[in-house]
Protein backbone atom coordinates (compact mmCIF):
# COMPACT_ATOMS: atom_id res chain seq x y z
CA UNK A 1 0.00 0.00 0.00
CA UNK A 2 1.40 3.56 -0.93
CA UNK A 3 0.59 6.40 1.44
CA UNK A 4 -0.91 9.80 0.11
CA UNK A 5 1.31 12.55 -1.27
CA UNK A 6 -0.96 15.27 -1.89
CA UNK A 7 -2.26 15.40 1.90
CA UNK A 8 -1.89 18.45 3.89
CA UNK A 9 0.07 18.63 7.48
CA UNK A 10 -3.53 18.41 9.15
CA UNK A 11 -4.68 15.46 6.91
CA UNK A 12 -1.34 13.73 7.81
CA UNK A 13 -1.60 14.58 11.61
CA UNK A 14 -4.81 13.08 11.99
CA UNK A 15 -4.20 10.45 9.68
CA UNK A 16 -0.95 9.26 12.48
CA UNK A 17 -3.34 9.40 15.32
CA UNK A 18 -6.36 7.37 13.47
CA UNK A 19 -4.73 4.58 11.55
CA UNK A 20 -2.85 2.75 14.31
CA UNK A 21 -6.06 1.80 16.35
CA UNK A 22 -7.53 1.09 13.00
CA UNK A 23 -5.08 -1.17 12.13
CA UNK A 24 -5.37 -2.88 15.53
CA UNK A 25 -9.13 -3.42 15.45
CA UNK A 26 -9.35 -4.61 12.00
CA UNK A 27 -8.09 -7.72 10.02
CA UNK A 28 -8.33 -6.36 6.77
CA UNK A 29 -9.44 -7.69 3.19
CA UNK A 30 -8.88 -5.19 1.04
CA UNK A 31 -9.81 -5.83 -2.69
CA UNK A 32 -9.69 -4.17 -6.13
CA UNK A 33 -7.29 -1.02 -5.46
CA UNK A 34 -6.43 -1.41 -8.89
CA UNK A 35 -9.89 0.42 -9.79
CA UNK A 36 -8.92 3.34 -7.70
CA UNK A 37 -7.19 6.25 -10.40
CA UNK A 38 -3.52 6.66 -9.64
CA UNK A 39 -4.72 10.20 -10.20
CA UNK A 40 -7.39 12.40 -11.19
CA UNK A 41 -10.47 13.23 -9.88
CA UNK A 42 -13.04 10.44 -8.71
CA UNK A 43 -16.14 9.66 -7.04
CA UNK A 44 -15.66 6.65 -4.40
CA UNK A 45 -19.01 5.66 -3.35
CA UNK A 46 -19.73 3.47 -0.63
CA UNK A 47 -22.53 1.42 1.30
CA UNK A 48 -23.05 3.19 5.01
CA UNK A 49 -23.80 0.62 7.66
CA UNK A 50 -22.79 2.32 11.05
CA UNK A 51 -20.79 5.50 12.32
CA UNK A 52 -17.74 4.14 11.77
CA UNK A 53 -17.98 3.27 8.16
CA UNK A 54 -16.34 6.67 7.06
CA UNK A 55 -13.32 5.65 9.21
CA UNK A 56 -13.11 2.48 7.53
CA UNK A 57 -13.52 3.93 4.14
CA UNK A 58 -11.01 6.53 4.47
CA UNK A 59 -8.44 4.72 6.08
CA UNK A 60 -9.04 1.77 2.62
CA UNK A 61 -8.70 5.29 0.06
CA UNK A 62 -5.82 6.60 2.11
CA UNK A 63 -3.58 3.24 2.70
CA UNK A 64 -4.56 3.08 -1.60
CA UNK A 65 -2.39 6.01 -1.95
CA UNK A 66 -5.43 8.51 -2.13
CA UNK A 67 -6.68 11.10 0.16
CA UNK A 68 -10.34 11.31 0.62
CA UNK A 69 -12.47 14.25 1.16
CA UNK A 70 -15.71 13.13 2.33
CA UNK A 71 -18.77 14.62 1.82
CA UNK A 72 -20.40 14.68 5.89
CA UNK A 73 -23.42 16.24 7.25
CA UNK A 74 -23.04 20.12 8.00
CA UNK A 75 -23.88 19.36 11.89
CA UNK A 76 -20.72 17.76 12.44
CA UNK A 77 -18.90 20.36 11.64
CA UNK A 78 -20.63 22.50 14.73
CA UNK A 79 -19.27 19.96 16.96
CA UNK A 80 -15.87 21.33 18.80
CA UNK A 81 -12.47 19.75 18.33
CA UNK A 82 -14.33 17.58 15.68
CA UNK A 83 -15.90 20.68 12.90
CA UNK A 84 -12.36 21.96 13.16
CA UNK A 85 -10.57 18.60 12.22
CA UNK A 86 -12.81 18.38 9.43
CA UNK A 87 -12.15 21.91 8.11
CA UNK A 88 -8.76 21.12 8.83
CA UNK A 89 -8.94 18.14 6.54
CA UNK A 90 -11.50 19.52 3.93
CA UNK A 91 -13.91 17.64 3.64
CA UNK A 92 -17.04 18.74 2.19
CA UNK A 93 -20.43 19.97 4.67
CA UNK A 94 -23.91 18.67 3.28
CA UNK A 95 -26.37 21.43 4.08
CA UNK A 96 -29.27 18.65 3.50
CA UNK A 97 -32.97 20.46 3.23
CA UNK A 98 -31.05 24.45 3.62
CA UNK A 99 -31.14 27.27 1.01
CA UNK A 100 -26.98 26.54 1.63
CA UNK A 101 -27.98 22.55 -0.27
CA UNK A 102 -26.32 23.72 -3.39
CA UNK A 103 -22.79 24.73 -1.95
CA UNK A 104 -22.08 21.01 -1.30
CA UNK A 105 -22.44 20.37 -5.16
CA UNK A 106 -20.37 23.14 -5.74
CA UNK A 107 -17.51 22.07 -3.28
CA UNK A 108 -17.28 19.06 -4.54
CA UNK A 109 -17.48 19.93 -8.24
CA UNK A 110 -14.62 21.94 -7.61
CA UNK A 111 -12.86 19.28 -5.73
CA UNK A 112 -13.11 16.88 -8.19
CA UNK A 113 -11.89 19.16 -10.96
CA UNK A 114 -8.87 19.59 -8.86
CA UNK A 115 -8.34 16.11 -8.98
CA UNK A 116 -9.20 15.26 -5.98
CA UNK A 117 -10.85 12.07 -4.65
CA UNK A 118 -14.66 12.92 -3.47
CA UNK A 119 -15.98 9.96 -0.97
CA UNK A 120 -19.47 9.81 -0.75
CA UNK A 121 -22.34 7.42 1.17
CA UNK A 122 -25.21 7.81 -1.85
CA UNK A 123 -28.18 6.57 0.75
CA UNK A 124 -27.23 9.51 2.59
CA UNK A 125 -27.91 8.60 5.86
CA UNK A 126 -27.41 4.61 7.60
CA UNK A 127 -29.20 1.93 5.90
CA UNK A 128 -32.55 1.23 7.90
CA UNK A 129 -32.42 -2.17 5.89
CA UNK A 130 -33.01 -4.81 8.53
CA UNK A 131 -30.04 -7.11 7.05
CA UNK A 132 -27.83 -4.08 6.23
CA UNK A 133 -28.35 -4.13 2.67
CA UNK A 134 -27.29 -0.91 0.62
CA UNK A 135 -30.78 1.07 0.45
CA UNK A 136 -32.69 3.46 -2.39
CA UNK A 137 -29.94 5.97 -2.69
CA UNK A 138 -30.38 9.63 -3.31
CA UNK A 139 -29.27 11.61 -6.30
CA UNK A 140 -26.59 13.58 -5.27
CA UNK A 141 -24.21 11.35 -6.51
CA UNK A 142 -25.78 10.94 -9.50
CA UNK A 143 -25.52 14.96 -10.32
CA UNK A 144 -21.45 14.96 -9.26
CA UNK A 145 -21.07 12.25 -11.83
CA UNK A 146 -23.09 13.51 -14.81
CA UNK A 147 -21.90 17.22 -13.94
CA UNK A 148 -17.99 16.13 -13.53
CA UNK A 149 -18.45 13.26 -15.84
CA UNK A 150 -15.77 11.65 -13.33
CA UNK A 151 -15.15 8.19 -12.74
CA UNK A 152 -17.70 6.61 -10.09
CA UNK A 153 -15.86 3.88 -8.37
CA UNK A 154 -18.58 1.57 -6.40
CA UNK A 155 -16.58 0.80 -2.97
CA UNK A 156 -18.55 -2.02 -0.73
CA UNK A 157 -17.58 -2.43 2.60
CA UNK A 158 -18.75 -5.51 5.13
CA UNK A 159 -17.51 -6.03 9.07
CA UNK A 160 -17.90 -2.32 10.33
CA UNK A 161 -21.04 -3.50 11.36
CA UNK A 162 -18.77 -5.52 14.00
CA UNK A 163 -16.67 -2.47 15.26
CA UNK A 164 -19.55 -0.64 16.20
CA UNK A 165 -23.41 -1.12 16.13
CA UNK A 166 -25.75 0.31 14.02
CA UNK A 167 -27.05 2.95 16.82
CA UNK A 168 -23.61 3.71 17.64
CA UNK A 169 -22.09 1.24 20.73
CA UNK A 170 -19.24 0.02 20.26
CA UNK A 171 -18.82 -3.59 19.88
CA UNK A 172 -15.07 -4.14 19.33
CA UNK A 173 -13.29 -6.13 21.36
CA UNK A 174 -9.98 -8.27 20.96
CA UNK A 175 -9.80 -10.18 18.98
CA UNK A 176 -9.70 -7.62 15.71
CA UNK A 177 -12.94 -7.57 13.37
CA UNK A 178 -12.08 -8.80 9.29
CA UNK A 179 -13.33 -5.93 7.88
CA UNK A 180 -13.72 -6.33 3.78
CA UNK A 181 -13.79 -3.43 1.41
CA UNK A 182 -13.85 -4.51 -2.44
CA UNK A 183 -13.53 -1.32 -5.40
CA UNK A 184 -15.08 -2.00 -8.36
CA UNK A 185 -14.80 -1.23 -11.97
CA UNK A 186 -16.02 2.15 -12.45
CA UNK A 187 -19.88 2.17 -13.18
CA UNK A 188 -20.73 3.23 -16.81
CA UNK A 189 -22.91 6.33 -16.81
CA UNK A 190 -21.88 7.55 -20.51
CA UNK A 191 -25.03 7.22 -22.32
CA UNK A 192 -26.53 9.43 -19.83
CA UNK A 193 -23.76 12.26 -19.80
CA UNK A 194 -25.42 14.18 -22.35
CA UNK A 195 -29.43 13.71 -21.60
CA UNK A 196 -31.38 16.07 -19.41
CA UNK A 197 -30.18 15.72 -15.74
CA UNK A 198 -34.23 15.16 -15.28
CA UNK A 199 -35.86 13.33 -11.99
CA UNK A 200 -35.47 10.51 -14.64
CA UNK A 201 -31.93 10.41 -15.52
CA UNK A 202 -30.91 11.34 -12.00
CA UNK A 203 -32.61 8.54 -10.59
CA UNK A 204 -31.59 5.79 -13.53
CA UNK A 205 -27.86 6.69 -12.62
CA UNK A 206 -28.43 6.43 -9.08
CA UNK A 207 -29.89 3.41 -9.14
CA UNK A 208 -26.75 2.24 -11.62
CA UNK A 209 -23.95 2.99 -8.99
CA UNK A 210 -26.50 1.11 -5.95
CA UNK A 211 -26.60 -1.78 -8.16
CA UNK A 212 -23.11 -1.68 -8.53
CA UNK A 213 -22.38 -1.60 -4.78
CA UNK A 214 -25.16 -4.46 -3.74
CA UNK A 215 -23.71 -7.40 -6.15
CA UNK A 216 -20.12 -6.79 -4.84
CA UNK A 217 -21.68 -7.19 -1.51
CA UNK A 218 -23.63 -9.82 -2.41
CA UNK A 219 -20.13 -11.34 -3.52
CA UNK A 220 -18.94 -10.72 -0.15
CA UNK A 221 -21.51 -12.25 1.91
CA UNK A 222 -22.06 -15.32 -0.33
CA UNK A 223 -25.95 -14.33 -0.27
CA UNK A 224 -28.67 -12.44 -2.76
CA UNK A 225 -29.65 -9.28 -1.83
CA UNK A 226 -33.49 -8.68 -1.41
CA UNK A 227 -35.02 -8.21 -5.33
CA UNK A 228 -37.15 -5.27 -4.31
CA UNK A 229 -34.45 -2.43 -2.55
CA UNK A 230 -35.49 -1.08 0.72
CA UNK A 231 -37.00 2.87 0.68
CA UNK A 232 -37.34 4.65 3.60
CA UNK A 233 -39.49 6.84 1.98
CA UNK A 234 -42.03 4.54 1.49
CA UNK A 235 -41.88 3.28 4.94
CA UNK A 236 -42.13 6.52 6.04
CA UNK A 237 -45.35 7.06 4.33
CA UNK A 238 -46.56 3.53 5.98
CA UNK A 239 -46.15 1.46 2.69
CA UNK A 240 -43.98 -1.49 2.50
CA UNK A 241 -40.17 0.31 2.00
CA UNK A 242 -39.68 -1.45 -0.58
CA UNK A 243 -38.33 -0.80 -4.55
CA UNK A 244 -37.52 -2.88 -7.39
CA UNK A 245 -33.72 -3.06 -7.74
Not at 130 to 135: F, G, T, Y
Not at 223 to 238: L, M, S, T
Request: hydrophobic share 40%.
Amino acid sequence: MRSPTSANRAYRNVARILRPPLMAMTKRDWRGQVNLPAEGGFIAAANHMTNIDPLTFAHFLWDSGRVPHVLAKSSLFKVPVVGRVLYATRQIPVHRGTASAGESLTAAVAALEAGACVAVFPEGTLTQEPDLWPMVGKTGVARLALTTRKPVIPVTQWGPQDLMARRGKMLWAFPPKKVTIVAGPPVDLSDLYDRPQDAMTLREATERVMQAITRQLEEIRGEEAPAVRYDPRKAARGGAGKEAA
